[in-house]
């Protein structure tokens, strides 16, 4: 809670003139519900804290990602200088890319729209074209066929929503 304990009350500004309190009441068993009287074991938790003018749901989810876990890397090969790339592109506004893994010889991609609006994303990878593209369900089973374009596919996400796509 900011500014104070306010039980859930709204708050469009923080009073700054009275040394404004920010409590981290992660565990609420003030009813004696959700959680226990006391945990066992330790509890580890991560803070984020970002400064806006106004709400930006994209700058909101990309400070969301960052603050769940940074990237952590380990090298595979040896090479005699560093090169840097990417390793697929989402171009959209208001979509992300909230998740990837392997799925047979292709790849699985989660396309997440934070706007409130639907969006086209196009997805690329920089390092190979796209041969096939469909979207595909919470299983990731094909659905629908998508046209693949010089390697490119062009994908709709609905409204804050989710676009399953599997890539070859």
Known sequence: MA???NFGQRQL????QGKPLLLAWLLNNYWSTNFRVSQPGFL?????VSTHAGFDPVEAA????HARGALIIHPSVHASETTQGSLIEVNGEGVLLAACHRAGAGALLWLQNVAGV???ASVSLPQR????????????????SLDVKAGVVTVKVPARGIAGVRIE
Request: charged share 25%; hydrophobic share 35%.
């Open 3 to 5: 500014g104070g304990f």
């Open 13 to 16: 500004a923080i009073d700054k």
């Open 44 to 48: 580890r938790f991560r803070y984020e």
């Open 62 to 65: 990309r400070v969301a990602a």
């Open 118 to 120: 639907a969006s086209e």
């Open 129 to 144: 074209p796209i041969k096939t593209a469909s979207l595909c369900n919470t299983l990731g089973e094909a659905t629908q």
